[in-house]
């Protein structure tokens, strides 16, 4: 009774255990309340997949899943209803642990190997991944410590305790949202930018590694520098001032997809050139990442690769990119404690979550009213490349109309910004310093390319050896011979190109 009181579109709507059987592979044990509106038996086994989520099982329980004894996984899925809550899309966590059949009280007939895969699912409509995976796991935790998969009281609890506890939050949680912008940074770090600016430029972008959680926060946290994306996810019915900067191109939430698997692959090519931001595990995804994608990012190294040859060009950084980056590095790395980053103050935020978030909305303020407002010149600073490609995107178009000068709405915030990048200014030392270390890197990581594909070769293991030695002597010539930072700045007219 106490459930029908909460709300008419609750948040939580099913928990499901969902089971690896070695004939039949993976299928749905347990549904809380019953997926049927006819009433199926909840403890049917196994029970039957709703026609609209015929992928459930298969993001439930990911490929590879066998090789690791613990892990998480965010996936989306198609609305069964229509409603202005969930805007046609629901939410999944899934928490996935493996048991040793030997350690259990109750060991069902069909267990034939030595342990057991099974994924306990919360599904909702609201992305509170992180708050969601939070108490999902201490439940699954429990679930696996009775020793009998029968049992499923503590699940039914947690049920209870997320239906009648979740509500929209006012206020853009990262936390709840399960990213974290300042591990994106960490991994990726000046990539982070490329990747941005790949996003806003309606790409489809797919990251790929080799753990199910840490790729789909990642996927979560590139989503959430968008400005304002991350509030009008979280709760589709806010209202946002006339003055605040948000991409109406980014409002379907079809094309944000934590975790993708190899049933949907199909899917994927057919969306055609709708903007994409998916995660995965399998590394088929990165064999093949040419039909699935124009921008490929590695959430275990950090490397990314981009076609076709225009888009490269495009989203190669500018100096004065290279130079945001740099700050927002330095605050990651020197600002507020890993250990401590839930007990600081509001005050301590450099270097935060939501300290980046700013900075990212800063820098996309800067590129449009640049756009418009700013001469040639200033417009450089963003790579001319990607200017040309921006001036065209539907994501400028729609921020234009809205926010410069005589568009409809005359948006008043983006009219007091200067139209100039963020980090414009002259070239110093510094700036050549880190180009000179990030091509240093680039070259070091064509060199380890090189010695993999032709390991069993003399002459590539040659090669690669060369290259990284030689590289390496050019950077420490570097370090001992470049100037202070505060030596003066290098001159614009004389330097190299930016990009």
């Known amino acids: 009774l106490f459930r029908m009181a909460v709300a008419e579109s609750p948040i939580t709507l099913h928990l499901l255990v969902v089971g690896f059987h070695h004939t039949k592979g993976s299928v749905i044990e347990y549904a809380f309340p019953n997926l049927s509106a006819g009433g199926q038996d909840e403890c049917a086994k196994p029970i039957e997949v709703p026609?609209?989520?015929t992928?459930?099982?298969h993001l439930c329980v990911p490929d590879g899943a066998h090789n690791c004894d613990q892990d998480a996984v965010y996936f989306t899925l198609p609305s069964r209803t229509s409603d202005a809550v969930s805007n046609n899309v629901l939410y999944g966590v899934a928490c996935y642990r493996q048991a040793d059949t030997s350690s259990l009280k109750y060991t069902p007939h069909e267990a034939?190997?030595?342990t057991m895969l099974k994924s306990v699912?919360?599904?909702c409509s609201l992305?509170?991944?992180?708050?969601?995976?939070?108490r999902l796991s201490v439940a699954t935790h429990a679930y696996f410590n009775e020793g009998d998969f029968r049992k499923v009281s503590v699940l039914e609890e947690l049920y209870d305790s997320l239906f009648t506890s979740l509500t929209p939050s006012p206020v853009a949680d990262l936390s709840q949202f399960g990213a974290s912008p300042r591990e994106l940074v960490k991994t990726f770090g000046h990539a982070t930018l490329q990747l941005f600016k790949a996003l806003v430029l309606h790409t489809r972008v797919l990251l790929v590694g080799g753990c199910a959680r840490v790729t789909c926060s990642q996927v979560l946290s590139l989503f959430s520098l968008l400005p304002n994306a991350l509030e009008m996810l979280m709760n589709p019915l806010v209202a946002l001032n006339d003055d605040e900067i948000y991409i109406k191109c980014f409002s379907d939430p079809r094309y944000l997809r934590p975790f993708v698997c190899l049933s949907q692959t199909t899917a994927l090519r057919c969306e055609g050139s709708k903007w994409l931001l998916a995660g995965a595990i399998n590394p088929l995804f990165a064999i093949q990442q040419k039909s699935y994608c124009q921008v490929f990012g590695s959430s275990s190294d950090g490397s990314i690769e981009i076609n076709p040859e225009e888009l490269r060009l495009a989203l190669q950084l500018s100096v004065a990119d290279l130079r945001f980056m740099e700050k927002l590095k330095k605050a990651v790395l020197e600002g507020i404690d890993d250990s401590l980053i839930y007990q600081t103050s509001p005050v301590d935020w450099y270097g935060s979550d939501d300290w980046l978030r700013v900075q990212f909305?800063?820098?996309?303020?800067?590129l449009i009213v640049?756009?418009?407002r700013g001469d040639p010149a200033a417009q450089q600073d963003f790579n001319p490349h990607f200017i040309k490609l921006w001036l065209k995107s539907e994501c400028f178009l729609d921020c234009a109309n809205k926010h410069v000068p005589g568009s409809t709405s005359q948006g008043g915030l983006l009219q007091t910004i200067p139209p100039h990048h963020i980090c414009a200014g002259n070239y110093t030392w510094g700036d050549v310093r880190t180009k000179v270390m990030l091509n240093t890197s680039e070259i070091r990581m064509v060199?380890?390319?090189i010695a993999n594909r032709v390991k069993q070769s003399n002459v590539g293991t040659t090669m690669g050896k060369m290259l990284n030695s030689a590289t390496t002597s050019v950077w420490s010539w570097w370090n001992q011979n470049s100037p202070s930072e505060s030596s003066e700045a290098v001159d614009r007219n004389s330097s190299t190109s930016a990009v």
Do not use: H, M, Q
Not at 127 to 134: C, N, R, S, T
Not at 361 to 366: A, G, V
């Open 51 to 53: 026609k609209e989520w």
């Open 55 to 57: 992928d459930l099982v």
């Open 112 to 114: 034939f190997r030595p």
């Open 121 to 123: 699912c919360v599904i």
């Open 127 to 134: 992305p509170l991944f992180g708050i969601i995976e939070a």
């Open 361 to 366: 909305k800063e820098y996309i303020n800067s």
């Open 370 to 372: 640049t756009s418009v």
């Open 447 to 449: 060199a380890s390319d």
